[in-house]
């Protein structure tokens, strides 16, 4: 007769025994401590601990245990499977924070290493310079204008008041081009691009002409800390109905205040050029001292003023000369050297710095201005 086998011992048992159970743990945790890494440790999780690892397949077994033996088989497998469970997690967790510092190393960013890019470069201040006094004008109204560098005589002198024996042309120490009797100059200043403006366009109550024009010039000057033989100027002109000496003050104010800030404004000084009358040379309240303690300052050297261009009203000869009415109109003109503007705006203590092209220069210069 058969009954409840009573006798059976579940450590015999192959799948179950304790011997059994004891070695798939042992080799479970064995594996698990070796992982050297998450990957390997998922493979040791799948093979120890997965559905067909020999804890799993005896945990299957208890099923088919008389139901006495299967109580004390369940625990000897509960322990054992929850033994490898607790040591796969802590593995995990050790890896992982492994894993992470790994991660933290192999793909650190060291930013003071040098840069392989090829240097951006950037453009030189002069061109930045000249195109910041544009902006100021367009920004109102006016029109940019160029001219050739290489100039008729007669736009750079004659049309300009300064006929031929007039003592003034000494004053501009002029390049001229062979042969003399082409009459042609390197031209000594910005103004024949004002002879040309008013030539070219003429004038009307609806198209007043207002002007801007940035330019190369010439002079056979030495070539030092404050001299070259080329440089640059800025030239305006304006021709418009009852212009007067206030317009003009009011427009290099504003020009002033554009390039060094608010509160900055100029001055006029009794001056002589044959194109204007009357005349006045035009300084700038220094941008740094204001004028207040200026004997320390190393940018006015101490004069609370800035020497900055000449202006003055159009003389009426010009614009007869260059077609203008003058009884019905009349106009200002001022001219200015950008490169000595830019050397005492950034500081420069060397006029050359400014044409030698040395990158180092052009990148501490150019970016901003
Ligand atoms: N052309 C003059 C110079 O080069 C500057 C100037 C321009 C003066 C316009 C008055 C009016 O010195």
Redesign the pocket.
């Known amino acids: 007769m058969s009954g409840p086998n009573t006798d059976f011992d579940p450590v015999e048992v192959a799948a179950v025994s304790p011997a059994e159970l004891e070695a798939a743990r042992d080799a479970a945790l064995a594996a698990i401590a070796a992982a050297p890494d998450l990957e390997a440790l998922k493979a040791v999780r799948s093979e120890h601990a997965g559905d067909r690892s020999p804890l799993a397949l005896a945990n299957r077994e208890i099923g088919a245990l008389p139901p006495q033996a299967r109580k004390e088989a369940g625990q000897r497998i509960g322990q054992a499977r929850g033994a490898v469970n607790q040591a796969l997690a802590a593995r995990q967790a050790v890896l992982e924070v492994e894993n992470e510092a790994r991660i933290l190393v192999e793909e650190a960013v060291d930013v003071t290493l040098p840069t392989d890019r090829d240097p951006v470069g950037a453009r030189h201040p002069l061109t930045t310079g000249a195109e910041l006094i544009a902006d100021i004008f367009v920004a109102m109204g006016w029109e940019v204008a160029e001219g050739p560098v290489i100039e008729a005589e007669w736009l750079n002198f004659d049309a300009?008041n300064l006929g031929p024996d007039h003592p003034a042309r000494t004053?501009?120490d002029t390049f001229w081009t062979a042969p003399a009797d082409n009459h042609l100059v390197l031209r000594?200043?910005?103004?024949p691009v004002?002879a040309r403006t008013m030539l070219a366009r003429g004038v009307t109550d609806e198209a007043p002409i207002y002007v801007v024009c940035p330019g190369r010039?010439f002079r056979t000057d030495e070539y030092d800390a404050t001299h070259s033989p080329m440089f640059h100027?800025v030239?305006?002109?304006a021709i418009d109905k009852d212009i007067s000496m206030a317009h003009l003050k009011g427009t290099l104010d504003h020009f002033a205040a554009q390039m060094f800030g608010d509160g900055i404004t100029t001055r006029f000084r009794p001056?002589y050029?044959p194109?204007?009358e009357p005349?006045?040379e035009v300084d700038l309240i220094c941008f740094v001292c204001r004028g207040v303690d200026s004997d320390a300052c190393r940018t006015c050297r101490g004069e609370g003023w800035i020497e900055w261009?000449?202006?003055?009203i159009?003389n009426p000869r010009v614009l007869q000369a260059c077609g203008i009415d003058s009884s019905k109109y009349s106009g200002?003109?001022?001219?200015?050297?950008i490169d000595r503007t830019l050397m005492f705006r950034h500081g420069l203590e060397d006029l050359r710095t400014l044409f030698e092209g040395d990158v180092r220069f052009t990148t501490a210069f150019g970016s901003e201005l």
């Open positions: 300009l004053m501009q000594t200043h910005t103004s004002q010039v100027q030239e305006g002109l001056s050029f194109f204007t005349s006045a261009g000449g202006c003055g159009v200002f003109a001022f001219g200015m050297g």
